[in-house]
Structure formats: C-alpha cells, structure tokens
Antibody, heavy 118, light 107 residues
Framework: QVQLQESGPGLVKPSETLSLICNVS????????WSWLRQAPAKGLEWIGY???????NYNPSLKSRVTISIDSSKNQFSLKLSFVTAADTAIYFC????????????WGQGTLVTVSS | DIQMTQSPSSLSATVGDRVTITCRAS??????LTWYQQKPGKAPKLLIY???TLKSGVPSRFSGSGSGTHFTLTITSLQPDDFATYFC?????????FGPGTKVDIK
C-alpha cells in the first residue's frame, strides 16, 4: 500500500520560492504520474502538475512559468518548487499518485499548509 | 480548460436520506469522471472512478452514473460517516479540473 507524506516549510515570504518534498513509501514509483495539487482556504482543488518516473513533466498552464516538479526515484521522493510566490499561493498543498489508466488521484498525502507572508 | 460545476453547493440531510449530487462538465468528457469525499483537515478520498466504478472498500451505498456532460453521485442511505464535502474531477484531458464541491451536513 503506497503512502505519501509531504514535508517542507510552512511559511514562505512573498517573492521567494516555495519548496516541498513528497516521500513515497510502501511501493515502487513506476507506473504513476506523481502529482501536486493545492487547495486554498475554503476553496476548491487545483492541479499543479505531475512528473513521470522517467522525469518528464506536465504542468497546469496557469502556473507553468513558476513551477518545477522533479523526481528522485533513488530516494523514493518527488518535489515541488513554486517561484515568486504571493499571498494567492497560500494553500494546503497535497501530493498524490495519479493513476493513468482510470484517471484518478489515489492515494494522497495528508497535505501541508503553506502560508505566504512577510 | 474544461469547467466542472456541481449542484447543489451544499445540502442538509438526515441519516437514512437518499442524497444525489450532480456534476456537469463544460464539454463532453465521456466517462472520465471521478468522485472524491473530503472531510475537514483531511485529504480527499477516492470513491468512484470512470463515472460509475466503485473503489474497492467503498460502501455500496455510494454509486455514480452519467456520461458526456452530466454525472450524478448518489448515496442511498446517508450514514453519519458520510457528512463531508464531495468533489468531482475530470481526466478527459491532462489539464485536470475539479468541481467546486458539495457540502453535505446534518439537518
């Protein structure tokens, strides 16, 4: 049973870079698209992007200019970097495994709140 | 982008009620539709994928139907554990989008 756990700073200053890591345990990293999503306070869910086990990526066009998602299979982890953050990037950030055949995200990490504030 | 809408945005119900939530897509998405349940402070949990396939372990009181642009999630007999927010998500294209959610609370 694959489990995911996010880690990283809970507070980031405006204009700086948000960096999070997702640790994957209990299974192989092959066969999934490893994804990041976010949920702003009292808002809906937004897909940020994913990385394949090969390292290729796909990003939400609305964030593409500021996002980098990478994978380190040797460490069973993948990461998110979001640059030039503003208060609008304050959200709970989730990592999740995207199952390509049927089109769903499962499982998810528990989520980590990142606040952008000086 | 494919826009997803849900109705109602919230509803109040009692244990034992039959509850139906609707999700609509701005264009046809075939059956590339997933339903999640989310409780406060928790990550979303997968309930149904491919519009009508129940994830293993999810109670059979949950069911999904629909294709194209119109989908429904039905809970046949609402249980205390079902009070939560429900989201739909399309995977017809790889710009994945979610509905705004339907909050089911206690009447």
């Amino acid at each position: 049973q694959v489990q995911l756990q996010e880690s990283g700073p809970g507070l980031v200053k405006p204009s700086e870079t948000l960096s999070l890591i997702c640790n994957v345990s209990g299974g192989s990293m092959s066969g999934y698209q490893w994804s990041w999503l976010r949920q702003a306070p009292a808002k809906g869910l937004e897909w940020i992007g994913y990385v394949y086990s090969s390292g290729s990526t796909n990003y939400n066009p609305s964030l593409k200019s500021r996002v980098t998602i990478s994978i380190d299979s040797s460490k069973n982890q993948f990461s998110l970097k979001l640059s030039f953050v503003t208060a609008a990037d304050t959200a709970i950030y989730f990592c999740a495994a995207y199952e390509m055949q049927h089109g769903y995200f499962d499982p998810w990490g528990q989520g980590t709140l990142v606040t952008v504030s000086s | 982008d494919i826009q997803m809408t849900q109705s109602p945005s919230s509803l109040s119900a009692t244990v034992g009620d039959r509850v139906t939530i609707t999700c609509r897509a701005s264009q046809s998405i075939s059956t590339y539709l997933t339903w999640y349940q989310q409780k406060p402070g928790k990550a979303p949990k997968l309930l149904i994928y491919a519009a009508s396939t129940l994830k293993s372990g999810v109670p059979s009181r949950f069911s999904g139907s629909g294709s194209g642009t119109h989908f429904t999630l039905t809970i046949t007999s609402l249980q205390p554990d079902d009070f939560a927010t429900y989201f739909c998500q399309q995977s017809y294209n790889t710009l994945f989008t979610f509905g705004p959610g339907t909050k089911v609370d206690i009447k």
